[in-house]
């Protein structure tokens, strides 16, 4: 059999309708769903098939968290569209506040199952308030659970287990990986939250990764390999719960470690999985490691200046060098 190429944004809509056909409880609301099928046509199919389960609302980021919140104390199974995760600035006491903590407060006695999706990353030329990666902030906030898939079949599995889990959860999305094909299998199948990826062996270096960042490790890898560098890809894919497991793994082969992320690089994910590695693998390394990051600036709208502030491939071959050649 033929194997299925899709976007990324196709896997997405059909992760969704899977889910409204399985559960009436699932349903999704946000800003401007409708008229364009989503503005990454993520939604697509569905107004059609759920014209009552797709909710348009007015431009309130705050009043859209609350009706997630609230609906899914009650039972229903919602997906938030943030738009753009620039904009969860704007419900930082309901998602953080309430939302993350209402479990724990009730001890335990109501459920919070929502999605919050949250479209991210820059390179498409956002400017600063449309173009930021802000899944530190997320898991710095004990409640909430932070996905961040890369290729099309991630996307799907993860969101499907991400409706299905008890707990809220932020879905990052890049925006420039809508339009990425890959192989999606047709089955209804979910990827385990907490559950990394090994997605190229290799022995002298481990390329830590997620989200845009996986595309510069696999080209860097290419590249790499012609000068007899055999590094390994591991697409992190759930930032929390980590699986710290398959990262020590790969270290423990490799005992090398560059973490590669589009957001800035101060307070980043890389910080925290690079003292993670120190408290737990410092044995293993045989080389200090490496972050590779966008500068600590706002995105600029320039395309020239955009393209200087966020990580390159070469960025990603210098790290390597830097800790193989030391």
């Keep these: 059999m033929a194997e299925r190429i899709m976007s990324a944004s196709a896997a997405l809509a059909e992760a969704l ?8 409880s699932v349903f999704i609301v946000g800003e401007d769903l409708t008229a364009h099928s989503g503005i990454f046509g993520q939604f697509k199919g569905i107004p059609e098939k759920y014209p009552d389960r797709i909710i348009d609302t007015p431009i309130s980021e705050a009043a859209i968290m609350g009706i997630g919140i609230g609906a899914s104390i009650t039972g ?33 006695q109501v459920k ?19 173009s930021q990666s802000l899944e530190a902030w997320m898991m710095h906030i004990p409640g909430l ?22 707990d809220p959860v932020v879905f990052f999305q890049h925006k420039k990986l809508f339009a990425k094909q890959g192989v999606v299998p047709e089955s209804d199948y979910q990827i385990p939250l907490g559950q990394a990826a090994v997605k190229r062996l290799g022995n002298d270096v481990s390329l830590l990764c997620y989200g845009a960042g996986y595309y510069l490790c696999q080209e860097a890898a290419v590249e790499l390999y012609s000068r007899d560098i055999d590094v390994e890809i591991v697409d992190i894919r759930t930032l929390k ?8 793994k790969s270290i423990q082969k490799t005992h090398r470690a560059v973490i590669v ?16 590695i120190q408290d737990e693998m410092f044995d293993d390394l045989d080389s200090p490691i490496k972050r590779v990051a966008a500068k600590d600036v706002p995105i600029p709208f320039s395309p020239p200046m955009e ?19 030391r």
């Design 112 to 130: 919070l199952p929502f999605v919050l999706f949250c479209p991210d990353g820059a390179g498409l030329r956002g400017a600063a308030q449309h």
């Design 76 to 108: 229903m199974r919602p997906i938030v569209d943030i738009h753009f995760s620039d904009f969860i600035t704007c419900c930082m006491d309901e998602l953080c506040n309430q939302g993350a903590k209402i479990r724990y407060m009730f001890g335990g």
């Design 17 to 24: 309708i899977e889910e409204m056909h399985r559960d009436q």
């Design 145 to 166: 659970k932070v996905v961040v898939p890369s290729e099309a079949a991630d996307v799907k599995g993860l969101m499907k287990a991400s409706i299905r889990d008890d």
């Design 261 to 276: 992320h589009e957001a800035c690089l101060t307070g980043g994910f890389g910080a925290e999985l690079a003292a993670l």
């Design 241 to 248: 719960p980590l699986d710290i497991k398959t990262v020590a």
């Design 307 to 325: 393209d200087f502030v966020l990580p390159s491939v070469s960025d990603v071959i210098s790290a390597v060098h830097s800790v193989v050649y």
